[in-house]
Nanobody, 112 residues
Framework: EVQLVESGGGLVQPGGSLRLSCAAS????????MIWVRQAPGKGLEWVSG????????YYTDSVKGRFTGSGDNAKNTVYLQMNSLKPEDTAVYYC?????WGQGTQVTVSS
């Protein structure tokens, strides 16, 4: 069974940083693409980032390029999303998704 568990969200001031983690089980993330999506309050889902090849390939939506960095740890079967220079508009619930499975989501709130 594919399972994804996110962690690392929280409340941070504008300009701050957070690192989200997505621990995968039931498959090896190095063999599949994984994506991060987010849903801001009152808005639809937005694709944020993709990671493939165990972290060798990364993709980002324009609004986070240069601020967010995806990576992976094959030994831990975990992917990460390092988020720097956070803005209030980054406030959302962040989900990792792979093989049709979704994690439970982790709340990121950027506010002073």
């Amino acid at each position: 069974e594919v399972q994804l568990v996110e962690s690392g969200g929280g409340l941070v001031q504008p300009g701050g940083s957070l690192r989200l983690s997505c621990a995968a089980s039931g498959f090896s993330f190095s063999n599949y693409d994984m994506i991060w999506v987010r849903q801001a309050p009152g808005k639809g889902l937005e694709w944020v980032s993709g990671i493939g090849g165990g972290g060798g390939r990364t993709y980002y939506t324009d609004s986070v390029k240069g601020r967010f960095t995806g990576s992976g740890d094959n030994a831990k079967n975990t992917v990460y999303l390092q988020m720097n220079s956070l803005k209030p508009e980054d406030t959302a619930v962040y989900y990792c998704v792979a093989l049709g499975a979704w994690g439970q989501g982790t709340q990121v709130t950027v506010s002073s």
